[in-house]
């Protein structure tokens, strides 16, 4: 059975082929692989080693070592799920169905026939220590990005992306902040020259702490105020 909202489905409806995903921390972001078939899933995962204090034994059913994972692995789907629910990553979605979903769970792309995908994610799993995919990057090469590119030949990630328009919307919010904070406490023309000099590239934190220091000691000085252990050398 599939929940066409929020792409659950059950075991008994995998298909060796499908792309598959489940989420991590509290939906914060989730991991995807390709099922093979026979309770297999090929995923990547980033290089990591765990805890010699603290290590885990490896899964009775896929002998997956989670001491050390080594990019491209195969799993039971347990070790997949890890817990978390199953849901199965659409493809040739309609554009209206693509916004109103969640970044991460489907594409307009059109897949190619499933075992052209279990060909290619197997292929990368038998490479020399499973790095045959390259560096593991959090935005620009990660488990969805392997996953699509299995289904596709075309690595993306809309978590990642999304991401990323996230953290340049916070960029420009800040930025916006600052400028209308200086325009308010220094005038127009200070914040004139700050977002000049934010715009052309040539400030980075040292001088933009330099810059407020200067708009407070200004500040002061218009004031007759003596500026003491002001905040700014603390950003």
Not at 90 to 101: D, F, H, I, P, W
Not at 105 to 131: L, Q, W
Not at 221 to 228: K, N, W
Request: hydrophobic share 35%; charged share 30%.
């Amino acid at each position: 059975m599939e929940d066409i909202v929020n792409n659950k489905i059950d075991r008994e409806s995998l298909k060796p082929g499908d792309h598959i995903y489940a989420y991590r921390l509290l939906h914060t972001y989730s991991h995807h692989g390709i099922y093979i078939g026979g309770d297999r899933v090929i995923h990547y995962n980033r290089t990591r080693e765990a805890n010699k204090w603290n290590r885990a034994k490896p899964c009775s059913k896929c002998e997956l070592d989670r001491n050390h994972l080594r990019g491209v692995v195969k799993s039971c789907v347990d070790c997949f799920l890890h817990g978390h629910n199953l849901r199965r990553f659409q493809y040739g979605v309609n554009v209206v169905r693509y916004l109103a979903s969640w970044h991460g769970t489907c594409t307009t792309g059109r897949p190619d026939p499933p075992e052209v995908a279990i060909r290619r994610a197997s292929d990368y799993f038998n490479k020399k220590d499973g790095h045959g995919f390259g560096d593991y990057d959090l935005f620009e090469n990660n488990c969805e990005a392997f996953a699509v590119f299995c289904k596709t030949e075309k690595a993306v990630s809309s978590q990642a992306w999304a991401a990323v328009l996230l953290l340049k919307a916070g960029v420009k919010i800040g930025r916006d902040r600052l400028l209308h904070d200086v325009k308010v406490h220094h005038g127009q023309e200070k914040h004139d020259k700050l977002k000049q000099m934010i715009d052309s590239g040539l400030i980075d934190i040292s001088s933009l702490r330099e810059l407020i220091a200067n708009l407070q000691k200004d500040q002061a000085a218009d004031s007759g105020e003596e500026v003491m252990g002001s905040p700014v050398h603390e950003i």
